[in-house]
């Protein structure tokens, strides 16, 4: 049973360029949640994706956008990055079903750092 | 808005014995999940123990058990005979239906041969 993948696992950029992370759920799972954890950090949340829309949305600019597509994989993107959007960035998945459960399964992240 | 508070950066306990980790978290709601996540130095987060709100049982899993006093908004971990393995960062989590957990900054739990 594969767990929730994510890639690349290391990425550097540069002060405004644009970048995609990608995160394929755990097998089964139908809703993906981005997280930003800064170095010495809790995660943030970012926004959740269900049925290929964003339904929710935490406290980051429009310059984090994000799909879902319809296997139920998801991207990241993160246009005319700054130096502070440097951090690790975690996928989440969960079954839409099983809310109750509330059960999100994390993935190993994808460590971005800008330069 | 919720919080959730994690007043212990680092936590350091001698193998085989116990430690007890903090956690108080802030919220206006009745019915809400509370979660104990370890991330180790390979960054995955790792489920460790969660409790229902509703549940006045305290959780346990093996040897990893929860006290829970949602009166005072309070989750502590206790975590006995402690591992070499259970060396990491220890998040808890608040959350409220299918949507954000609320992440404290966690505790860094340093084991002691």
């Known amino acids: 049973d594969a767990g929730v993948t994510q890639s690349p696992t290391h990425l550097i950029k540069t002060r405004g360029q644009q970048v995609t992370l990608r995160c394929s759920p755990k097998s089964g799972h139908d809703t993906v949640s981005w997280y930003q954890q800064a170095l010495g950090q809790g995660p943030q949340f970012i926004f959740q994706y269900y049925e290929e829309e964003e339904r929710q949305r935490g406290n980051f600019p429009d310059r984090f956008s994000g799909h879902q597509f319809p296997n139920y994989s998801s991207e990241l993107n993160v246009n005319a990055l700054l130096l502070g959007d440097s951090a690790l960035y975690l996928c989440?998945?969960?079954?839409?079903?099983?809310?109750?459960?509330?059960?999100?399964?994390f993935g190993p992240g994808t460590r971005l750092t800008v330069l | 808005a919720q919080t959730v508070t994690q007043s212990q950066p680092e936590m350091s306990v001698q193998e085989a014995e116990t430690v007890t980790l903090s956690c108080t978290y802030d919220?206006?709601?009745?019915?809400?999940?509370l979660f104990w996540y370890k991330q180790p130095p390979s960054r995955q987060m790792i489920l460790v123990i969660r409790q229902e709100a509703y549940k006045q049982q305290n959780a346990t899993e093996n040897r990893f058990s929860v006290n829970f006093q949602k009166a005072a908004k309070s989750f502590s971990l206790k975590i006995s005979d402690s591992q070499l393995g259970d060396a990491a960062m220890y998040f808890c989590?608040?959350?409220?239906?299918?949507?954000?957990?609320?992440f404290g900054t966690g505790t860094r739990l340093k084991v002691l041969a």
């Open positions: 989440a998945s969960s079954l839409q079903l099983e809310a109750l459960n509330n059960e999100q399964f």
């Open positions: 919220t206006s709601e009745s019915d809400y999940y």
């Open positions: 989590a608040w959350t409220s239906g299918t949507y954000k957990y609320i």
